[in-house]
């Protein structure tokens, strides 16, 4: 993997503007709703915590892919 890439990934990307603030926004809605949809749906049970986590990290992962700008 190139320095760049690295330095890129750990490096702190503030929002840098209206529509990137939307983005991440959006995003954020659409996890929670999603995972809302899995705590009323699921049983209680150890897959569905490991379920909304892979939600919690999945918006996460989107929003590092804004934040880096896809790179």
């Given at each position: 993997?190139?320095?760049?890439?690295?330095?890129?990934w750990?490096t702190?990307?503030?929002p840098?503007g209206?529509?990137?603030l939307?983005?991440?926004?959006?995003?954020?809605?659409?996890?929670?709703d999603?995972?809302?949809?899995?705590?009323?749906n699921?049983?209680?049970?150890?897959?569905?915590?490991?379920?909304?986590?892979?939600?919690r990290?999945?918006?996460?992962?989107?929003?590092a892919?804004?934040?880096?700008g896809g790179?």
């Amino acid at each position: 993997m190139q320095q760049e890439v690295l330095d890129n990934w750990f490096t702190y990307h503030p929002p840098t503007g209206d529509e990137q603030l939307a983005a991440y926004a959006k995003i954020r809605s659409a996890a929670r709703d999603f995972a809302m949809a899995i705590n009323e749906n699921a049983p209680d049970s150890a897959d569905k915590t490991a379920a909304i986590r892979k939600v919690r990290d999945a918006m996460m992962t989107a929003n590092a892919s804004i934040a880096c700008g896809g790179k």
